[in-house]
C-alpha cells in the first residue's frame, strides 16, 4: 500500500469552527489534544494538561519531559492560577507528561488510576496531592461531580498496560504508557453534563444508562479504522450518552507547539477527512451538532441545545 503523504486541510471545515463563546458563567477552553480547562469563574477542572508538544525527532530519538517554559505559557494564556483537579484521560505523554506539572503549579488534585499517581510521584508530588479512583468513582470538585468510567484506547496502543513504577523525566515515550483509560462524565452544578472521550477507543456497554447533553469526541486515530469501527464508536459514546451536541478533540498534531497554527495529523498517523466523512453523515442523521473547537477561546456548547 503506497503511503499517502502531506495532512487534511482544517480550512475544509472552516464552517464547523462554530462553537458558541461563553458569555455565561460555564466555559470550556480547548488547548489541544485532549487538554480543555473547564470553569465556572469560581472552579475549574483541567484533563490532561500536556503543553510540552516535543517534536517527533524528540520524541522518536530521545528522552522527553515537561516543558516548563511551554506549561507557564498556556497556564499564562488562560489565567490559570488554581484547578481543583487534574484529570489525565489516559497516560501516555501527549495526555499526562506535563499533568503532574500543572497540579503541582496549580494546587490541584490530580486525579486517575495508578498509572496516572506514578506519573505524580516521579514529579515528586506529596500523596495527599494523588487521588486514585477507579471504575464507576464520582467525585466532587468544586463545582463538579466527575464520574470515571472505564474506557480503552484506540487501536493500535503503541504504549499498552500500566506504569507500575514512578516516571521521573526526562524519559523515553514509550514509559509513559496507556495506563487505565477513562471516558469522563462531568456534571456542573448547573445541571449541565458532558461526556470527556480523550481517545477513540470503548468498552462495549460502558456508557450505557449515562447521560451527557454534550460529548467531547477524540478522534486521534480514527480515520485508520474502517468504517464499521468508526460507526461502532459513535454508538458506543454519543448514541450511549445521548448527546445532543459534539466537539471534537484530538486532531492536532500534537508535534507542534501550541503557539503556532493548529493543523491536522498528517496522514501517515491518521487521516481526518475519512473521520469526518463518517461522523458527518452520522451528526446529519441523528440530527447531532457536529463542531471543531477554536484552541484558547472560551467556549458553551450548551447554547446550541434547545
Request: hydrophobic share 40%; net charge negative; with cysteine.
Amino acid at each position: 500500500m503506497r503511503l499517502k503523504l502531506g495532512r487534511p486541510d482544517l480550512a475544509r471545515y472552516a464552517d464547523r469552527f462554530d462553537v458558541p463563546t461563553a458569555d455565561g458563567e460555564l466555559g470550556v477552553t480547548f488547548l489541544g489534544v485532549s487538554t480543555l480547562l473547564l470553569h465556572d469563574g469560581d472552579s475549574a477542572l483541567m484533563t490532561d494538561g500536556f503543553f510540552s508538544r516535543p517534536s517527533l525527532l524528540k520524541v522518536g530519538l530521545g528522552r522527553i519531559g515537561p516543558d516548563h517554559a511551554r506549561i507557564t505559557a498556556a497556564l499564562s494564556r488562560t489565567s490559570t492560577t488554581r484547578l481543583d483537579g487534574v484529570l489525565p484521560v489516559h497516560t501516555h505523554f501527549d495526555h499526562a507528561m506535563d499533568s503532574a506539572v500543572v497540579a503541582g503549579r496549580t494546587d490541584a488534585l490530580l486525579v486517575g488510576g495508578e498509572s496516572a499517581a506514578n506519573i505524580g510521584r516521579g514529579a515528586g508530588l506529596p500523596e495527599d496531592q494523588l487521588r486514585v479512583v477507579r471504575s464507576g468513582d464520582t467525585l466532587t470538585l468544586g463545582a463538579f461531580d466527575i464520574t470515571w468510567v472505564e474506557s480503552d484506547h484506540c487501536p493500535p496502543d503503541r504504549y499498552p498496560g500500566p506504569i507500575a513504577h514512578p516516571v521521573v523525566p526526562p524519559a523515553r515515550a514509550a514509559t509513559y504508557r496507556c495506563g487505565e483509560a477513562w471516558s469522563l462524565l462531568v456534571e456542573h452544578a448547573s445541571g449541565r453534563t458532558a461526556l470527556i472521550q480523550g481517545s477513540a477507543g470503548y468498552v462495549p456497554g460502558a456508557l450505557a444508562g449515562r447521560r451527557a447533553d454534550v460529548a467531547y469526541l477524540g478522534i486521534g486515530q480514527l480515520g485508520l479504522q474502517d468504517e464499521g469501527y468508526i460507526r461502532t464508536y459513535w454508538a458506543e459514546t454519543v448514541q450511549a450518552t445521548n448527546a445532543r451536541v459534539v466537539v471534537l478533540i484530538h486532531w492536532d498534531d500534537f508535534f507542534r507547539p501550541l503557539d503556532a497554527p493548529l493543523r491536522a495529523l498528517p496522514y501517515a498517523g491518521d487521516d481526518l477527512t475519512v473521520t469526518m466523512s463518517v461522523l458527518e453523515e452520522l451528526a446529519a442523521d441523528q440530527q447531532v451538532s457536529l463542531l471543531f473547537p477554536t484552541v484558547g477561546r472560551r467556549e458553551d456548547p450548551w447554547a446550541l441545545i434547545r
